[in-house]
C-alpha cells in the first residue's frame, strides 16, 4: 500500500507543501487597500481641481467646528471625520499606510472577523479625528491618511500577538491578554512604550522645529494617539461579543 492511501483526512504526502500566496491577507483588507490606492489614482488624475475638491469636502479640517464661520458642504463636518481616512498626501503616504495596515489587521480580522474588524477600523478612525479637533480646536489644516484606523488596528493586534493559545476552542484559537495583562508582559508593555514614546517624540519634534522627526510631512501624531486609545477599548468591547464554540476531541 503507497503512503498517500494510508494517509488520514486532509493530510499531505510526504515532501508536499502546502501552497498558500506569499501575502495571505482577508479578502476585506485587500479591498480596503484596493479602495485606497484606487481613490488616490482617481483624485491624481483628476488634477488639482479634482484634488482641492476631496479635500475641501472630504479632509477633515478643525476649523469646520471653529466659531468663526468656514465656507463647507453642509453636513461636511460630520462625515468628514470619517472619510478623512480615504484620503492621502501622496503615493508614498497611501503605500506606508497600506503596508501597515496589511501587516496588523490579519490577527485582528482573524479574531473579530469581518463586521466588528470593519467597526474597529472606522472607529478607530473617528477617534482619531475626535483628538485631533480637541487638540487643534478651529485650525485652519487639513488632515488626510488611514493612520489613525492602523493604530487602532495596532491596539487590538498587542493583546493578540502576545496572546495565549487556547486549546479548548481550536488549536488556532489566541486567547487575548486582558488590559492588567498587557501591562504584566514584558514584550507587550515593551512594544506598546516603544510605539508610544516615538508617537510622542515625533509630537515634541514638531512642536520644537515644526517638523517631524522621520518624515518630510507632519506626522498627525494626535491623530495616532486617539486612534490607539479608542481601538484599545473599542477593540476589547467588540471582543467581548465573540461568540466561540469549545472543540470537543475523543481521547
Request: charged fraction near 10%; avoid cysteine.
Amino acid at each position: 500500500m503507497d503512503n498517500e492511501s494510508q494517509m488520514k483526512p486532509g493530510e499531505q504526502p510526504y515532501g508536499a507543501s502546502a501552497r498558500e500566496p506569499a501575502i495571505n491577507l482577508p479578502v476585506v483588507v485587500w479591498a480596503i487597500i484596493a479602495v485606497l490606492l484606487l481613490i488616490h489614482l482617481v483624485i491624481q488624475m483628476g488634477g488639482p481641481h479634482w484634488q482641492a475638491f476631496a479635500a475641501y469636502n472630504f479632509a477633515f479640517i478643525p476649523a469646520r467646528f471653529g466659531p468663526a464661520p468656514f465656507p463647507q458642504y453642509p453636513g461636511s463636518a460630520w462625515w468628514s471625520m470619517l472619510t478623512y481616512g480615504l484620503l492621502h498626501a501622496d503615493w508614498m503616504h497611501v503605500g506606508t499606510n497600506s503596508l501597515w495596515l496589511a501587516i496588523f489587521s490579519k490577527p485582528v480580522h482573524a479574531h473579530l472577523g469581518n463586521w466588528r474588524y470593519l467597526a474597529l477600523l472606522a472607529v478607530s478612525i473617528i477617534g482619531g479625528a475626535v483628538v485631533t479637533l480637541i487638540v487643534h480646536w478651529g485650525q485652519d489644516f487639513i488632515l488626510v491618511g488611514i493612520s489613525a484606523g492602523v493604530s487602532g488596528l495596532l491596539a487590538g493586534a498587542i493583546p493578540l500577538m502576545y496572546g495565549r493559545h487556547d486549546e479548548l476552542y481550536g488549536p488556532d484559537h489566541i486567547r487575548p491578554l486582558k488590559p492588567l495583562q498587557i501591562l504584566k508582559d514584558r514584550r507587550a508593555l515593551t512594544f506598546t512604550i516603544m510605539w508610544l514614546g516615538l508617537t510622542l517624540l515625533t509630537a515634541s519634534s514638531q512642536f520644537l522645529t515644526g517638523q517631524a522627526l522621520l518624515e518630510k510631512q507632519v506626522v498627525a501624531w494626535d491623530a495616532h494617539l486617539g486612534g490607539f486609545a479608542v481601538g484599545l477599548v473599542t477593540f476589547y468591547l467588540l471582543a467581548a461579543g465573540v461568540k466561540r464554540k469549545p472543540v470537543h476531541t475523543l481521547h
